[in-house]
């Protein structure tokens, strides 16, 4: 962690607490090729110039879209395989690549994730009818002229139980909260911070085994953005593109992955969890959110 009365991080030979300390009236923060070689090195973070912002902010645009009409497609009876290949076919109508399909170690074999109930996130579509009751995660990525936006909703179908509908909307309300506080300067760790103390608030887990990340030119990048209490102190600056997508839980935090799928992941308790999801640039006066969904009624 960074001292308050150590050298400042930019580089102005000041201390943090009089340069860059959260709240200390900073000037704005400019980016150089030198800070953006250091941010490289040091953290694995590639700052993105303002030509591949655009090309992020149009994936963003489409995948936000693609979730949107595939969220409205999701009711009772309705399988998440064929909200899988309706997301698929939106894919291909607009020159996009689902980033899902055939990702990682074993491949994924799907163009989106859905998390239904007990799944905290990875769910893989299938043949099951959705039914009333249930709560939907629909996660999906798109590449797009070699760029990355990614995002995820909450669908609730018919009525649901005030478990369900409570970690349903305390994790909206905790990826809004961390996004309210993006600006330059502040520490990746206060995302975590946020999202935790509202959480645990609410008497709901905060999954610590998943994390956001960097994205834009490659799915997965520098940096890691935990969604709880963490030490990871590297101030976020000018150009960074990343997910938030806390992760809560009904009941305890932890999970455990599906030994024969390797990728579905349940809560240990079995109640239920929730996600939302956003991509964002952080720009010279705060943020922008890259995948502009509204939460469906």
């Known amino acids: 962690m960074i001292g308050r009365n150590e050298p400042c991080w930019c580089g102005s030979g000041k201390k943090w607490k009089k340069c860059h300390y959260p709240d200390s009236g900073a000037p704005q923060i400019q980016v150089t090729p030198q800070l953006a070689q250091e941010y490289l090195r040091k953290y694995q973070i590639i700052i993105k110039t303002p030509e591949q912002i655009d090309g992020i902010r149009t994936s963003g645009k489409l995948a936000a879209q693609i979730l949107t009409e595939t969220c ?7 399988t998440t395989q064929e909200l899988n290949d309706f997301a698929h076919k939106l894919h291909e109508e607009a020159g996009a690549i689902p980033a899902c399909l055939h990702y990682g170690t074993p491949p994924f074999p799907k163009s989106i994730c859905t998390s239904l109930n007990d799944v905290i996130c990875h769910g893989i579509p299938n043949d099951i009818p959705l039914k009333e009751g249930d709560i939907l995660n ?41 996004v309210a506080i993006l600006k330059p300067g502040v520490l990746i760790s206060e995302i975590g911070k946020t999202i935790q103390s509202y959480a645990s608030s609410h008497k709901c887990g905060t999954v610590d085994q998943f994390v956001g990340h960097g994205v834009g030119l490659d799915f997965h990048e520098g940096p890691q953005i935990p969604h709880c209490y963490n030490s990871i102190d590297i101030p976020i600056v000018p150009g960074m593109t990343f997910t938030i997508e806390p992760m809560i839980n009904a009941g305890v935090k932890q999970a455990y992955v599906d030994a024969d799928d390797e990728w579905t992941a349940y809560t240990k308790d079995g109640k239920p969890s929730a996600q939302w999801e956003h991509t964002l640039v952080i720009t010279n006066d705060g943020h922008e959110i890259l995948t502009p969904w509204e939460r469906q009624k």
């Open 138 to 178: 629909i996660d999906v990525t798109c590449i797009l002229n070699g760029y990355y936006g990614d995002c995820s909703m909450m669908v609730t179908i018919g009525e649901i139980s005030p478990e369900k509908q409570l970690v349903v909307d305390v994790a909206y309300e905790c990826l809004m909260r961390s």
């Open 72 to 78: 409205q497609k999701a009711q009772a009876g309705v």
